[in-house]
């Protein structure tokens, strides 16, 4: 897992419309990068139901929130779709799981991402990262915006 | 901006619903009338001589008429109901459009035209908000989550769950029943007065 206060590591993924999405250009911006094992898997469901709640507060917080998962950018438009959710998802398809790996997240026996949050801020310095314990557990929202305050006084 | 940072669920205040024995094992739930989870759970519940809090957690993302409906189940709080519409909304979870709403008010016999403007106004909106958020801050992510002794179980409570819970009502449910009598027994002798 990639500890606060290191460098994050650049990356350009396709979003679920395929566009590409790259680090450097959310330079200037405090980014949540919500790793998550798959599309369609009943737990995240409810992980990303629950933070498209809080997305008027993330944006007053200039927070720029991003799903991340092994899926391909048409998966992603599809579960997006189906969640009825606006947080944009990014497709770590190929070579698959390497963002993922790059922020040592990526569980190499099961080819899929562990459960994980990482806050990155304006300067691309991560400031803040929590892994599940289990896929099963779902970071509460609570401990981005607990991140969040703590990067501010930091 | 509103204030989400970690907190525990907050302890029962004014504004709460709680019916069950009061000295029955407390149990905080964060739930959602269009979560059949939560129905079940509603039902589960109910078996036991637990204290219950209910509080909102509606996502609508997922359950298009979750607001809508804490929105009614609060309108009908307003009008002393709230326990009678809870009942009605987990009874049918099929039937919760408007009309089917209107059609509870009735029944509840509630007064319609204030029922329609209660659960559309701020103020209800922003009971449910407050509940939705003491439920964020607590680390609520799924419906339903009950808090018990201030740990956190997400989900349908399991038979481990639910056995304690038992175990710790033994005795509340006497104290209940009892309660119950009495009140029957003063609610005759007040007829025959």
Known sequence: MIEPGTRAPGFALADQEGNEV???SLRGETVVLVFYPLDFSPVCTDQFNVYQEILPELERAGVRMYGVSVDSAFAHKA????????IPLLADFHPKGE???????????RGISQRALVMIDPDGIVRWSHVSPSPLEIPGANLIFDALEQAAAA | MADLRSAAPPAIGEVDH????????????YADYECPYCARTDLLLSELAV??????????????RARVLAGAAEAAALQGRFWEMHDALFADQGRIDDPHLWERARRLTLDLDRFERDRRSEAVAERVAGD???GLRAGVVTTPTLFVDGTLHPGVPGPELL????????????????????????RRRERNA
């Open chain 1, 22 to 24: 790259t680090l450097a």
């Open chain 1, 79 to 86: 579960f997006q779709r189906e969640l009825g959710i606006s």
């Open chain 1, 99 to 109: 963002v993922a790996r790059l922020f040592g997240v990526f569980n190499e026996e």
């Open chain 2, 18 to 29: 709680v019916r069950g024995p009061a000295r029955g094992p407390l149990v905080i739930e």
């Open chain 2, 51 to 64: 204290r219950r809090v209910f509080r909102h957690f509606p996502v609508p993302s997922k359950h298009p």
């Open chain 2, 132 to 134: 939705f958020r003491s």
């Open chain 2, 163 to 186: 056995e304690r819970l038992t175990v710790a009502s033994i005795g509340a449910d006497f104290i209940s029943k009892n309660q119950h009598r009495k009140a029957a027994n003063r």
